[in-house]
C-alpha cells in the first residue's frame, strides 16, 4: 500500500523558514520513472504546484518561487523535504506531497496545514 | 509558463444529468514523445485532491466509468455521464506536459 505523510510546524513567523517533510512508503523513489511534488493550497483557492524531484535526483520549481525553494530526497529514509525560506503570511495553506507525474498525480497525503503569523 | 483555464467555474446540476466541464491551456500540451499530459483530480470538502484522469482520457483504478475525459492539443473536456450525489466538489485539470506544471483554478459541481 502506498502511503505518504507530511509533517512540518504548524505556526511559523514572517521571515523564518519553513521545512516540510514527506514519509512515504510502498515504494522506492529511486524506481525509473518515479517523482515526488510538493503542491500547496490556500483556504478556496486552486491547488499550486511547487516543486518536484525525480528518481534521477533532477529538480523543478515553481517560476514564482525558485530562489525561496529547495526540495531533496533521502532515498534511504523515503523522505523528501522541502525548504521554503523567508516566509511570509501569503505562504499560509495546507501542503501536500503527491507521488507522480506523467500517469497524473496518483497518490496524495492528507496535507499538514501551515500558517505564517507573528 | 502554461496556464490553465477551466470553465465554467461553478456547475450546478440536477442529479442523474450530464455535467460537463472545460479546460484550456495557453500552449500545447502535447509532450515531445508526442504524448499529452492532461489529467482532471477531483477534491471533496475537506479531501486532497484525487486523480480521476491521466493522459486526457485514461481513467485512474477505481473511478467509475460514468467520468470520462476527452480533447487535444490545448482544448480538453471532463465529463459525467450521470452526476450522483458523491461527486459533488471541486474539479482541476492539470498540466504535466512541461514545467512548471499547473492546476487550473478549478470548478466546482454542486446539486440543484
Known amino acids: 500500500q502506498v502511503t505518504l505523510r507530511e509533517s512540518g510546524p504548524a505556526l511559523v513567523k514572517p521571515t523564518q523558514t519553513l521545512t516540510l517533510t514527506c514519509t512515504f512508503s510502498?515504494?522506492?523513489?529511486?524506481?525509473?520513472?518515479?517523482?515526488l511534488s510538493w503542491i500547496r493550497q490556500s483556504p478556496g483557492k486552486a491547488p499550486e504546484w511547487l516543486a518536484l524531484?525525480?528518481?534521477?535526483?533532477?529538480?523543478n520549481y515553481r517560476t514564482s518561487l525558485k530562489t525561496r525553494l529547495t526540495i531533496s530526497k533521502d532515498t534511504s529514509k523515503n523522505q523528501v523535504v522541502l525548504t521554503m525560506t523567508n516566509v511570509d503570511p501569503v505562504d499560509t495553506g495546507t501542503y501536500y506531497c503527491?507521488?507522480?507525474?506523467?500517469?497524473?498525480?496518483?497518490?496524495w497525503g492528507q496535507g499538514t496545514t501551515v500558517t505564517v503569523s507573528s | 509558463d502554461i496556464v490553465m483555464t477551466q470553465t465554467p467555474l461553478s456547475s450546478p446540476v440536477t442529479l442523474g444529468q450530464p455535467a460537463s466541464i472545460s479546460c484550456r491551456s495557453s500552449?500545447?500540451?502535447?509532450?515531445?514523445?508526442?504524448?499529452?499530459?492532461l489529467s482532471w483530480l477531483q477534491q471533496r470538502p475537506g479531501q486532497p485532491p484525487r486523480l480521476l484522469i491521466y493522459?486526457?482520457?485514461n481513467r485512474f483504478s477505481g473511478v467509475p466509468d460514468r467520468f470520462s475525459g476527452s480533447g487535444a492539443g490545448t482544448d480538453f473536456t471532463l465529463k459525467i455521464s450521470r452526476v450522483e450525489a458523491e461527486d459533488v466538489g471541486v474539479y482541476y485539470c492539470m498540466q504535466t506536459t512541461q514545467f512548471p506544471l499547473a492546476f487550473g483554478q478549478g470548478t466546482k459541481l454542486e446539486i440543484k
Open positions: 510502498g515504494f522506492s523513489l529511486s524506481t525509473t520513472g518515479m517523482c
Open positions: 493522459k486526457i482520457s
Open positions: 503527491a507521488r507522480g507525474l506523467w500517469a497524473g498525480m496518483d497518490v
Open positions: 524531484v525525480d528518481w534521477e535526483d533532477d529538480k
Open positions: 500552449e500545447s500540451l502535447v509532450h515531445s514523445d508526442g504524448k499529452t499530459y
